[in-house]
């Protein structure tokens, strides 16, 4: 199973606990599914998820739940026309946070998908209408997310693509388990990255040595065979003696075999002037 089937499996055995929640996930299904009967989705788990929430609204009462009722509770029903068709929902619903968390699930489990976070960090949610799109981004967005909206073919698209945000949208529709395998998946990148980041720089800086002690080396013995190593002044004769005999060697060790030591600056220092003199003989 993916990991989007997943994370919706997850929110289906998810019934709030109040009422009001309820309505607000209900509304969210029938919206997003665009039809009266949400409960006569194709996707099965829509349909399991209006049934446990037409029971649990059902509660005791001894009379046959009829799905007026709820349309009624969440303003969708005339009397004299009965059904009425919107793409947005009643702001009375979705007055309370744990509300818009049930809207919100609801939503996703109506018409959203989650990325695989293994391959990349993306969560959207399909919208019918720009309406739709506008008032679902400012929901996802009341709990400090920065939702987004962009049109695909004739569908509005609100979108999350930063695997932080996608974590923290997890925990507001209480999907606590994808949230779990989430976070591990991205603890695990990080730590990769982390890692090449780490190997790359320390590659990137011993090839910088390298290729740094392969032309003083150069330097060295063009001064030598030019006008001569004794032709440098003691300290610099010193340095150069010593470079041609540790040419692997780092400059902190270089420093560390000339009498009395000198740090790692003051060997550069040294290297330096060669360098700087092997230049001078060639122009």
């Known amino acids: 199973m993916s990991f989007s089937g997943k994370v919706k499996e997850e929110l289906a055995g998810h019934i709030g606990k109040s009422r009001h929640c309820r309505l607000a996930e209900y509304a969210a299904l029938t919206v997003f599914e665009g039809r009266c009967r949400p409960a006569d989705s194709d996707n099965e788990l829509v349909r399991e998820t209006c049934r446990a929430l037409q029971n649990e609204l059902a509660g005791d009462s001894a009379t046959p739940f009829r799905e007026e009722q709820v349309l009624r509770a969440v303003r969708m029903w005339d009397e004299e026309t009965g059904f009425v068709p919107s793409e947005t929902v009643d702001g009375l619903l979705i007055q309370k946070s744990c ?27 399909v919208c019918r209408s720009v309406a739709q799109a506008k008032q679902l981004r400012e929901i996802i967005n009341s709990f400090g997310m920065d939702a987004k909206i962009v049109a695909r073919k004739r569908y509005q698209i609100v979108y999350i693509k930063e695997g932080e945000q996608i974590v923290d949208l997890l925990n507001v529709m209480e999907a606590h388990v994808a949230l779990m395998d989430l976070e591990n998946v991205r603890i695990l990148k990080e730590m990769r990255n982390s890692v090449n980041r780490k190997v790359n720089c320390e590659t990137a800086n011993i090839s910088k040595t390298v290729n740094a002690a392969v032309q003083q080396v150069r330097d ?35 420093g560390a075999y000339l009498n009395p030591p000198v740090g790692k600056s003051g060997v550069n220092h040294r290297l330096r002037r060669i360098s700087e003199i092997a230049r001078d003989l060639r122009g």
């Open 99 to 125: 509300c818009r968390r049930a809207y919100i699930r609801g939503a996703f489990l109506a018409g959203g998908s989650i990325s695989d976070p293994r391959k990349s960090y993306h969560f959207e949610i």
């Open 220 to 254: 060295i013995e063009y001064i030598r065979k030019t006008a001569g190593l004794s032709s440098l002044p003691e300290n610099l004769q010193e340095m150069a003696l010593l470079r041609l005999e540790y040419p692997d060697a780092p400059l902190k060790e270089l």
